[in-house]
DNA sequence: CAGGCATCATCATTAAAAGCGATTGTTTAT
DNA sequence: ATAAACAATCGCTTTTAATGATGATGCCTG
C-alpha cells in the first residue's frame, strides 16, 4: 500500500474516464496491455479489485474501492499537475525575490531594474528592504546592494566603480580639477564612519590633508543642504551626488579630486554557494546591465 | 516534468528535514547512493538543483526551486498518505452501504442485521430504502432483499423458504392444519397481485380451491385487523405474520395447510458481477446468519 | 598544513519492472 | 455460427532502481 504510483492512478482515471482499457491507453499513448498490467500493479497495492471487467464489449465498472481509490487519486493527480505548473512557472521567473538596498542605489539603479524586471515577469513579487548602513546582514536575503566585502561565505559582482567628487558651492573651486590639498583645514561635511567613509577619510590622511568634519549625516539631501547654506564642501561619491540631482542644482558645482581617491565599489551580493531562482539571476544580468549604461554616462567619464 | 515520483519527493522531504542525504537514507531504508540519485533524478525532471551541497560535513540547504517543489510535495505526500488511510479504513469494513428492502424483512431480519453490522464497523454508514414492492428495482444498491427473480444482471442468495400460513379468528379452524379444499369459497383477504401473491393464488386454483378474495391490501397490519374483525382469513408467508406477533394474539390462530403450497423463498439481491466492498460482503454473511438463526425457530420447524 | 572525518557523486553490477507485440479467452452482437 | 470488442497473459527487450565500492570535496583538529 505504500508503493502507489501516479503513473497507475492517471492509468487508473483514464480507464474511468474511458469505459475501457484500451481506450485510455490509447489516450495515454500506451499500448492496452501495459495499461492492463497498470491496472494490475494498483489493484495490488490497493489490495483488491478497483474495476469490475464484465467481458465482451460492455464498459468496465469502477467497485467501490475503486471509487475510493479514484477519488482520493483524481486529487493526487491534480497536486501533481499543481506542481508541475508552478514549477514551470517558477522556471519562466516567476516567484520572489528579496533585495537588499541602500540609499544611492536605491535611487539611481534600483528603480530601472525593477521596472525591467516587472515588464519580462509580470507575475513576480520583488520585496525590497533598505537596511541601515551599520547593518549590511544578508540575512535571508537573495541580494544585497552594498559597496563593501560581506563576509566570506558572500559572492559579489562588481557594478561599478563610484569616483568620490567634491562638491562645493558655486564659486567656491574656479578649477574643475581640484587638488586633494586645498581642502587642508577646509570645512567639510561628510557621512559618519559607517560604510566607506573611513576609507576615504585616510586618502586625505595620506595625502596629507586634514579637512575640518564639521557636521557629520547619512542624509544625503542634508548634508547638500548645508553645502547650500555654506557651512562647508562635501565628498561624495558619484551615484550619491547624481542621486540627489546635484548637476542641475545651480548653486552647487560637482569637481574632481587630483589626485582621485580611490573609488568605492558598488557590488552586489548573494551567499555563496547557493543557487540562484531565474528570477534573482535575471535580476543580476540586469543589474550589471544597467551599471554599465550609467557608466557610459557622461558625469562618469574620465 | 511529467516523470515525477511520490519516491522521489518522499525522499526530497527526507532530505530537507534531515539535512543530508545519509540520514535521510536511513530513515527511508534506502542508502545513501540511492538517496542521491533519486534527488538527481527529481532535479532532472524539475529542470534543476533542488538542494545546494555546500560540501563537507555542512547540511544541503534546499534552493528556491526546491521550496517551490517541497511545498507542494509535501501536501502530495500527504494526500497520498490520505488515500492509503482511506483505502485502509474501507478494507476494515467503513463505507457506506445502500439496501434496499421490503415489509416483512424490514421488521424481522434487517433490524438484526443492521445492528450487528453497526457494531462490527461503526464507522459505517448504513442506508436503507424500502421501496414500494410494485418497483423492484435494485438501481443503484449495493444489496436488495426481494421474495423472487429479479433479471439476469441480477445475483442473490437464498436467505430463507418462507412458508405460507393461514390465519384465522381463533375458532374458526378447529384442526392445526387445515386442507387446501376447506378454503373453496371461504372469504380471504389477500395482498394485491405484486410479489410472490399470483404464485400463491395459482396453487389454490391447482388445489380446486376457489376462496373469494374479498379485499387486497399490500398493509400487513391492514389485513390482520379484518381477519380480527372476521371479513375473512388470510394466507401470509410465516415471516408476515411474525412480524405482526400475530403468534402472541388471542383472538388469533396460526394454522398450517395441508398440502403445503410453496414456500416463497426470501433472497438478498446484488447486481452480477460486480465486486463487493468488504461492508457488503458482511453484510451477506450476516444476513444469511440471521435467517439461518430464524430458520431454527420452532413455529418454522417442520 | 596534513590527516581524519563527514558528506555527496559516480560507477559497475545486479535485480526488478515497465512496456511491447502476439496470443488467448470471454462475452456480446450479427 | 461468426465476427467483433475487449481484457488477461506470456515471452521478450529495454529501462530503471537499488546496491556496494570508490572517489572527490571541504570542514575541523592537532
Aim: aromatic share 4%; with cysteine; proline share 7%.
Amino acid at each position: 500500500m505504500t508503493d502507489l504510483e501516479l503513473r497507475h492512478l492517471a492509468a487508473m482515471a483514464a480507464v474511468a474516464d474511458e469505459g475501457s482499457f484500451g481506450r485510455a491507453a490509447t489516450r495515454l499513448g500506451y499500448t492496452q496491455s501495459t495499461v492492463s498490467q497498470q491496472i494490475a500493479a494498483l489493484e495490488r497495492s490497493v489490495g483488491g479489485p478497483v474495476f469490475d471487467r464484465p467481458g465482451g464489449p460492455r464498459p468496465v465498472r469502477i467497485t467501490p474501492l475503486g471509487a475510493v481509490v479514484l477519488e482520493h487519486g483524481r486529487e493526487l493527480l491534480a497536486k501533481a499537475a499543481a506542481l508541475a505548473e508552478a514549477v514551470d512557472r517558477f522556471q519562466a521567473g516567476d516567484g520572489r525575490i528579496d533585495i537588499g538596498t541602500f540609499q544611492s542605489v536605491s535611487t539611481v539603479i534600483l528603480p530601472t531594474v525593477v521596472r525591467r524586471l516587472r515588464d519580462e515577469h509580470p507575475g513576480c513579487e520583488i520585496r525590497l528592504s533598505e537596511e541601515e548602513p551599520e547593518a549590511p546582514r544578508i540575512g535571508d536575503l537573495d541580494l544585497l546592494f552594498y559597496d563593501g566585502p560581506l563576509g566570506d561565505d558572500v559572492e559579489h559582482v562588481k557594478l561599478l566603480d563610484d569616483p568620490y567628487l567634491l562638491v562645493a558651492r558655486r564659486g567656491a573651486f574656479s578649477e574643475h580639477s581640484v587638488p586633494l590639498d586645498r581642502l587642508d583645514g577646509a570645512p567639510l561635511v561628510a557621512w559618519p564612519s559607517t560604510c566607506d567613509q573611513p576609507r576615504m577619510e585616510e586618502a586625505f590622511v595620506r595625502a596629507g590633508a586634514h579637512p575640518k568634519i564639521v557636521f557629520r549625516t547619512a542624509g544625503n539631501e542634508t548634508l547638500l543642504a548645508m553645502v547650500r547654506a555654506g557651512m562647508g564642501s562635501a565628498v561624495l561619491p558619484w551615484l550619491a551626488i547624481h542621486a540627489a540631482g546635484v548637476e542641475s542644482d545651480d548653486r552647487l558645482r560637482v569637481h574632481e579630486l587630483r589626485p582621485a581617491i580611490t573609488p568605492r565599489e558598488i557590488c552586489l551580493h548573494w551567499r555563496a554557494g547557493r543557487t540562484h531562482s531565474p528570477l534573482a539571476a535575471r535580476a543580476i544580468e540586469i543589474a550589471v546591465e544597467v551599471a554599465s549604461d550609467l557608466t557610459g554616462e557622461p558625469a562618469l567619464e574620465h
